[in-house]
């Protein structure tokens, strides 16, 4: 069956350091999506590709890049992580347009400290 | 720009009673609008979506949706819970030209034997 990854699952890292959320979907979805969980802000957009080479800033993109080298892959980086960007992330996947159904990937729960 | 107000961070309800999660949107476009919902340590999944047509939704579980352009709302609802219904459920919106959710921050439903 198709399906939407992510890993770690779990991650403690310290401030300052480069951390990379891996994304991996076998649907062949063209959309991919990173999205940040925090208490009493719902998810917010990160950063967003509508396929290889393509990327986008959402609302909360300070301080992360992703690249988009293949379909099946959004990796997530956290250039010089803070505390600030302690949370649980999610990955996305749709496929074609405005009207699709996003399917989501378990989380990542990172602790900054 | 677009934002979801989910009024109701909390909601306490008694197994087999009615319950209903408000959402609010605020668009000056036309919307599509989703609910997901979450459980412990989990992605989000798709609950139902309102694209066009009928403005009553009906969606997995037993939930359904009314959608209501006047007041720009799309509340949910189901007419007796379960414990397994406890979860956390959000209300998102997309739109033509946005392949990205916008998100509320979110309904604790908590059931109560």
């Known amino acids: 069956d198709a399906e939407i990854t992510q890993s770690p699952r779990h991650k403690i890292t310290e401030t300052g350091r480069q951390v990379t959320l891996a994304c991996h979907q076998t649907?062949?979805?063209?959309?991919m999506f990173w999205y940040r969980q925090d208490l009493g802000h719902g998810l917010r957009l990160i950063h967003y590709?509508?396929?290889?080479?393509?990327?986008n800033k959402g609302e909360v993109s300070d301080g992360y890049s992703v690249s988009r080298s293949n379909t099946e892959d959004l990796p997530l980086t956290l250039e010089s992580a803070a505390s600030s960007q302690t949370s649980v992330y999610f990955c996305?996947?749709?496929?074609?347009?405005?009207?699709?159904?996003?399917?989501f990937g378990p989380g990542t729960r990172l602790l900054v400290l | 720009a677009q934002s979801v107000t989910q009024l109701d961070s909390q909601v306490p309800v008694f197994e087999e009673a009615p319950v209903e999660l408000r959402c609010n949107y605020s668009?000056?476009?036309?919307?599509?609008l989703f609910w997901y919902v979450q459980y412990p340590n989990q992605g989000l999944q798709l609950l139902l979506k309102?694209?066009?047509?009928?403005?009553l939704v009906k969606g997995i579980n037993g939930f359904e949706a009314e959608f209501n352009k006047s007041q720009t709302s799309f509340h949910l609802r189901k007419p007796s819970v379960h414990i397994s219904d406890t979860a956390e459920y959000f209300c998102?919106?997309?739109?033509?030209?946005?392949?990205?959710?916008?998100f509320g921050s979110g309904t604790r439903l908590q059931v109560q034997p």
């Open positions: 996305a996947s749709s496929d074609g347009g405005s009207k699709e159904t996003q399917y």
């Open positions: 649907w062949n979805h063209n959309n």
């Open positions: 590709s509508y396929g290889v080479h393509d990327t």
């Open positions: 668009s000056s476009v036309s919307v599509y």
């Open positions: 309102y694209l066009s047509g009928s403005t």
């Open positions: 998102a919106v997309s739109y033509t030209g946005r392949r990205a959710l916008t």
